[in-house]
């Protein structure tokens, strides 16, 4: 560890900031398994936190209320990535007990943007931007398919020239 800081202050003194970027990289790319766990550890610390002050007598019911709100926030989170409230939740919940499994959280979690929720319903909300990039990917596609089968059938209306 203290041949990379060195390394860096050399990179950062002598002013390569690309040397410091790559080393910084690599750097980064052999300690993924110490960060992953690390951040995975300090996930694991809150919900032993949580469960630890659960098991507290002296707490009254309300504060026991919201301790396992915050609880099952944060084991909902831990499964699927979604930082969700209780109605938010059971909502997904429910879509995915409709699609029985066939949609997994883990596409809920990519349109999470999109979504939105009010009045106990899960609607879809797109941009501008979404609606401007759909035709125009729709549009592109239409075009290079014309190309692609104009340059398919051109051997067959077009004379190969003689040669001589």
Not at 34 to 50: A, D, H, T
Not at 54 to 71: A, P, R, W
Request: proline share 2%.
């Amino acid at each position: 560890m203290i041949e990379i800081a060195n390394s860096i202050t050399n990179a950062i003194q002598s002013g390569n900031i690309l040397w410091l970027a790559l080393i910084v990289m690599i750097s980064l790319a052999a300690n993924y398994p110490r960060i992953s766990e690390y951040l995975e550890g300090r996930r694991k610390q809150r919900v032993n936190n949580l469960l630890e002050a659960l098991g507290c007598t002296h707490l009254d019911d309300k504060f026991k209320d919201f301790l396992k709100h915050e609880l099952s926030r944060e084991y909902f989170l831990y499964v699927t990535d979604i930082a969700a409230e209780k109605e938010y939740r059971e909502e997904l919940i429910r879509l995915n007990e409709l699609s029985k499994g066939e949609v997994p959280f883990f596409h809920y979690r990519r349109a999470s943007s999109h979504l939105r929720f009010k009045d106990g319903t899960v609607s879809i909300k797109l941009d501008k931007s979404d609606i401007f990039g759909y035709y125009m990917n729709f549009a592109v596609a239409i075009f290079f398919g014309l190309i692609s089968m104009v340059m398919f059938m051109m051997p067959a209306f077009v004379r190969p020239m003689s040669r001589l």
